[in-house]
């Protein structure tokens, strides 16, 4: 892998990290378009730590406020959301290898797209007030299932808080926050089984640690600015758009 690959991949996965679209799913699409459909899951661990560095920073009142207060209700709730996210993500990494490796991808987008399509439906000047337990473990059970590709996670757990009643800037805070524990386990599971870098050269890891930190930051910034005022039927529209293409590129063109 080219250090420009890299930073490309590296990009990719920022931004789709936290934009609704599915970060597994485009980072699977960007390996098949540049030849490296085979990259590896400790290349994949330097990218998470890399999103992961840029939500910390991009959410730090937020997460000090949460640290500042370890048994406070923020995270009980944060607590409560991760467990249905650990146990249902973990039967289907188990169990539906196939499906992460990209099998119902285009399948995976078109959900996603239809769940924000409902969002912004549903969850227009709308604002329930503080979270409760069993809506935290909903949207943690969404997050799990969302560990398939083409599922976003941020997508699926801002529709899921949405369609429960609360208002997107709640939604988008909790899913960022509830993002930092998912990456975190993922990435000390992944290190624990696979290292860092699988075979890619130092200097790529590097490239792709800065991309992903660079564009994660900017895309956590630019959601929740984003959706103090819009929703997100443009994303909807964008990944039907982009499951029409792929059809057609399965069915028709074969350009990857």
């Known amino acids: 892998m080219t250090v420009w690959e890299a930073i490309v991949l590296g990009i990719t996965q920022g931004l789709t990290e936290f934009l609704p679209v599915s970060s597994s799913g485009h980072l699977i699409l960007m390996g098949r378009f540049l030849g490296t459909a ?135 805070k909790f899913s960022f926050l509830l993002s930092i524990p998912v990456i975190a386990g993922s990435s000390i599971i992944e290190l624990a089984l696979n290292g860092v870098g699988g075979g890619v050269g130092a200097g790529a890891l590097i490239a792709a640690l800065i991309a992903s930190f660079a564009s994660g930051f900017v895309a956590v910034a630019f959601m929740l600015k984003l959706l103090k005022n819009h929703g997100t039927e443009g994303f909807a529209v964008y990944l039907m758009l982009l499951s029409v293409f792929l059809l057609v590129n399965e069915y028709v063109l074969h350009l990857f």
Not at 144 to 166: C, D, F, M, W
Request: hydrophobic share 50%.
């Open 38 to 172: 085979d990259v590896s899951v400790g290349f994949e661990l330097v990218c998470h730590l890399g999103t992961l560095l840029a939500v910390i920073i991009a959410m730090r009142r937020e997460i000090w406020e949460v640290a500042r207060k370890p048994l406070g209700k923020q995270m009980r709730l944060i607590t409560v959301a991760s467990i249905p996210t650990a146990v249902i993500g973990g039967i289907i990494t188990c169990f539906f290898r196939d499906a992460l490796e990209g099998a119902l991808l285009i399948y995976g987008f078109i959900i996603t797209g239809i769940l924000l399509i409902c969002c912004g439906i549903f969850g227009k000047s709308r604002a329930r007030g503080e979270m409760l337990y069993p809506h935290a473990a909903a949207i943690g059970a969404a997050q799990g299932i969302a560990v398939l590709p083409g599922l976003s996670r941020s997508g699926t757990t801002i529709a899921a808080a949405t369609l429960l009643g609360y208002n997107r800037e709640q939604a988008a």
